[in-house]
């Protein structure tokens, strides 16, 4: 056994993009830290994310992003939009079905939720989550089971988890 060299993960890469069909977007609900938005934009463009909606957050293209995507927003196309439900609109007219991953009363388990059509996650802000009006646009509420005594992730990483599982329920053999 041995390490991939830089061909050797373009050709496992490239089959795993074969094997995966779907769109998956993000919205990103008022996700203000500069560095997690960029952790955000480092997975989304390796995860191939279809496109991104800011709404009241902070956009790829400041400097302090840059810094944890490692210029990997050159491969994500985004808009900043308003605010969430305006954000939640968008991608429905772009024809995805929009889940929000936040712990709600209504919220089922992640592995549970519709991810079977082109989905669109909603993630919020890192303290008080996605707003209630961008809640009520969605077309489910999922969260993420955590069976330690932390009540919550970091956004970055519970975005990580979304997009991995939503991209795993994709794959075909």
């Known amino acids: 056994m041995s390490q991939l060299d830089g061909t050797g993960m373009k050709r496992l890469h490239r089959e795993w993009r074969r094997r995966t069909d ?23 463009a390796a995860e191939r994310i279809d496109h991104v909606w800011i709404a009241a957050g902070t956009a790829p293209d400041h ?33 995805y079905r929009v889940v929000a991953v936040e712990l709600t009363s209504s919220a089922v388990p992640l592995h549970e939720a519709d991810l079977a059509t082109d989905v669109a996650l909603v993630i919020g802000h890192e303290d008080r989550g996605v707003t209630p009006a961008t809640l009520a646009e969605c077309d489910q509420t999922a969260f993420i ?10 956004v ?17 053999d």
């Open 156 to 172: 970055a990483a519970a975005t990580a988890i979304a997009i991995y599982e939503a991209r795993r329920r994709r794959w075909t």
């Open 145 to 154: 089971p955590q069976l330690g005594k932390v009540g919550s992730l970091n």
């Open 22 to 44: 779907g769109r998956l977007a993000l919205i990103l609900d008022g996700v203000q830290n500069p560095f997690n938005v960029g952790s955000v934009v480092r997975t989304a």
């Open 63 to 95: 400097d302090k992003v840059n810094k944890t995507a490692l210029g990997t927003a050159r491969y994500l196309t985004w808009d900043v939009v308003e605010d969430g439900p305006a954000a939640v609109a968008a991608a429905k007219a772009a024809g």
